[in-house]
């Protein structure tokens, strides 16, 4: 992990924001922090993006609690996300993993070696869950074009052109082509060479006789 992050602090209380920007100092973490003490302001700076990590205080003067959480994680569900607690707060925190955060904090407990420690593992469980969730859409995306693939496909006896959902007669290999990864190349099977070979040996004679 490159310990130059920049980081997103959700703290309305001067002096807990005051101590955090310290222990970030302190773990060598903080290339650039941006601090914000409403919900409000927090999720419009984070539209703005560029944060690597949000710590993020969970009652504020415009929300509190699991609000504020949910707010955060399910407005950027990428980013990873520490949550702040109080004592008195501790179980808040743990309901707050099952809402996308990674990690939580309790205020007073934890120095700068911890929050380093924390920092870093919620980056890199995030970034393993993100890099998750895009194959589960891959996979899904998949299942979706071989899901078209299956069961009556309806076809021209003559000229072979596929007919879509929509009425439309498509040429086989464009239908095939947009619905999965296939790649077409053109030749001839064994039977189709030998058949074409015959008309132009054929037509040479004409040709010849001609002549």
């Not at 929300?63 to 994680?73: N, R």
């Not at 086989?172 to 040996?201: K, L, P």
């Amino acid at each position: 992990m490159n310990d130059n992050l920049h980081i997103f602090l959700l703290e309305d209380d001067p002096v807990s924001a005051g101590i955090s920007l310290r222990m970030l100092r302190e773990a060598g973490l903080a290339l650039e922090v941006n601090r914000t003490a409403t919900l409000a302001e927090g999720l419009a700076a984070l539209v703005d993006g560029g944060a690597d990590v949000a710590l993020l205080d969970m009652n504020l003067s415009d929300s509190s609690g699991l609000e504020t959480v949910k707010a955060v994680c399910h407005g950027f569900p990428k980013l990873p996300v520490i949550v702040m607690t109080g004592t008195d707060d501790e179980a808040v925190g743990l309901e707050a993993l099952k809402h996308g955060a990674q990690d939580y904090l309790v205020k007073g407990q934890f120095d700068d070696r911890e929050l380093k420690r924390v920092i870093r593992y919620a980056i890199e469980r995030k970034e393993l869950l993100n890099e998750k969730e895009e194959l589960i859409s891959r996979l899904q995306d998949a299942l979706k074009r071989v899901k078209l693939l299956t069961g009556l496909l309806p076809t021209c006896a003559d000229c072979k052109k596929v007919r879509s959902p929509d009425g439309e007669w498509i040429q086989m290999e464009s239908y095939i082509s947009t619905h999965s990864e296939a790649v077409f190349s053109h030749g001839f099977c064994d039977n189709c060479y030998q058949r074409r070979m015959a008309q132009i040996r054929e037509a040479d004679g004409r040709k010849g006789n001609k002549d």
